[in-house]
């Protein structure tokens, strides 16, 4: 079956010295004229489907008509003329091809029901599982990616995906912290050593004293035990003590003889990329830079819709600051009483509390450093608390409460 | 029997066969199928040839929106559609 305007449609314009007969002679030829349009008493026009063209001519050509093309219509004509305007056509491809591509993918991912757990953290997880910029919406496997997230996320209890259109909605649910856990103060806890040391002093509050003035004990030993045994019973309690002994550190310090500082900013250079999803595309030509006296600052702007809906389309900025190198002497070669200070100022700050009793140091010169050795005999506190997991505090061992 | 030439017997025995049939839509449209022939073309007029004569019609603005062997349509502003028999 042919189709006979599928080929399109030709706008004439035919003068004849009688276009009545003309008009006539081309139904009689079965020709189909549309909108014959009465110009004046020579001139007509007329539409006909482009396949009776050559009909027509040749009857115009034997009746001496003269025939002027205006103009064509039709799918195949538009075709035709849109292939004359590439760039044009590529736009029109291009977006079919969106049109078709897009409402399969998945474009945006947003996650609910976290209250503690970062929505960063759940959506690289996600991003693990295959779920991102991109991904086909039937190539999400909800169980799939339940199981992998439960297992990269083991604060979670429960997760499913859902799309709704071109988003990925993560639903989570996360786990409930017990209660038991939470109240250290039901919590029997005992105290350990957390040093090496001699017990000098032991002043115990509450809890079974396991050791003794004078008595060696070493780091993680348990020196009062959170059990209290009442001849009738075991009860669990906290305990609290100050334990101090004679401990001994070492301390190594390294100080450069010069330190290089930053001077005044000699330059400022930008360079701008493009990110699509996790492919980078730079803006400039080389990549290198040549300059190690310089500061580099990265930022990233991402394109957000209106509505807090965040485009995986992203600016990013390097901002490079060159400046100038100044040296400065850091340490003095006549004043290496200010590494033995600070030796002594960092234990400090190593104890919980307690005095340095005496010090053997040893400083010299190495290269471009000054280098301390040094051996510290402490008195310090070495009690830590030390939560038990196996009764909760008031728990007896008659039988009577079973809570373990 | 064929049933082409079932149909086609039933074709010439249709009465109305080849007579002319005209179809006035309001005032701007007519339709007149098995004419023989456009006699005159004007904006303000248009002859057809039909069976028994001529059909004359009269308006402003007339336009032949189709003509084929089977049928023609004029739209336009309609005056008048007059049947003169030979």
């Known amino acids: 079956m042919r189709i006979p305007f599928l080929g399109g449609m030709c706008r004439l314009e035919i003068v004849c010295a009688d276009t009545v007969r003309l008009l006539n002679t081309l139904t009689n030829a079965q020709l189909q004229m549309k909108d014959v349009v009465y110009r004046n008493d020579l001139t007509v026009e007329l539409t006909i489907p482009a396949s009776q063209y050559r009909v027509l001519k040749e009857i115009a050509d034997k009746q001496g008509a003269n025939i002027t093309l205006l103009g064509k219509k039709g799918i195949v004509n538009s075709l035709q003329t849109l292939m004359k305007r590439p760039v044009l056509t590529a736009f029109f491809l291009l977006l079919f091809l969106a049109t078709c591509y897009l409402p399969s993918r998945i474009l945006f991912v947003s996650v609910e029901g976290n209250t503690t757990i970062p929505t960063k953290a759940i959506l690289e997880a996600v991003e693990n599982c295959g779920i991102r910029f991109g991904t086909n919406r039937r190539s999400i496997r909800s169980e799939v990616i339940k199981n992998t997230l439960l297992q990269q996320i083991p604060q979670l209890q429960w997760a499913g995906v859902n799309t709704v259109g071109c988003t990925a909605i993560v639903s989570v649910k996360e786990k409930t912290v017990s209660e038991k856990q939470e109240d250290t103060e039901q919590r029997v806890s005992s105290i350990v050593a957390i040093r090496d040391g001699i017990i000098q002093d032991c002043t115990v509050l509450q809890g079974s004293s396991l050791c003794t003035v004078g008595q060696a004990v070493k780091a993680g030993q348990t020196l009062v035990s959170g059990y209290v045994n009442t001849g009738l019973l075991i009860r669990g309690t906290q305990a609290d003590a100050e334990i101090s002994a004679l401990t001994a550190r070492d301390v190594e310090i390294i100080a450069p003889k010069a330190d290089k500082g930053r001077g005044d900013i000699t330059g400022i250079s930008r360079k701008y990329s493009v990110k699509f999803g996790k492919n980078l595309i730079n803006l400039y030509k080389d990549s290198g830079n040549p300059h190690t006296e310089c500061v580099k600052i990265y930022s990233e702007r991402y394109l957000t819709l209106p509505g807090g809906f965040r485009l995986p389309v992203a600016l990013i900025t390097e901002t490079v600051y060159y400046y100038e190198i100044t040296e400065k002497t850091a340490v003095s070669s006549e004043d290496m009483q200010w590494l033995e200070q600070y030796a002594e100022d960092y234990l400090q700050s190593q104890m919980i509390g307690g005095q340095i009793l005496s010090r053997v140091t040893k400083t010299e010169p190495i290269d471009d450093a000054y280098y301390l050795y040094g051996k510290y005999a402490c008195r310090e506190l070495i009690g830590k608390s030390k939560f038990e997991d196996t009764l909760l505090k008031d728990d007896r061992n008659d039988g009577t409460n079973r809570k373990l | ?86």
């Open chain 2, 1 to 86: 029997m064929r049933k082409s030439n079932l149909i086609t017997q039933v074709k010439q025995a249709d009465p109305l066969c080849k007579a002319p049939l005209v179809e006035l839509t309001g005032d701007s449209r007519v339709v007149v199928e098995n004419h023989l022939g456009v006699l005159a073309y004007a904006a303000e007029e248009i002859s057809i040839r039909v069976k028994y004569g001529n059909i004359l019609v009269q308006g402003d603005g007339l336009c032949l929106c189709e003509l084929s062997r089977d049928q023609l349509i004029i739209i336009g502003t309609i005056y008048s559609v007059q049947l003169y028999r030979r």
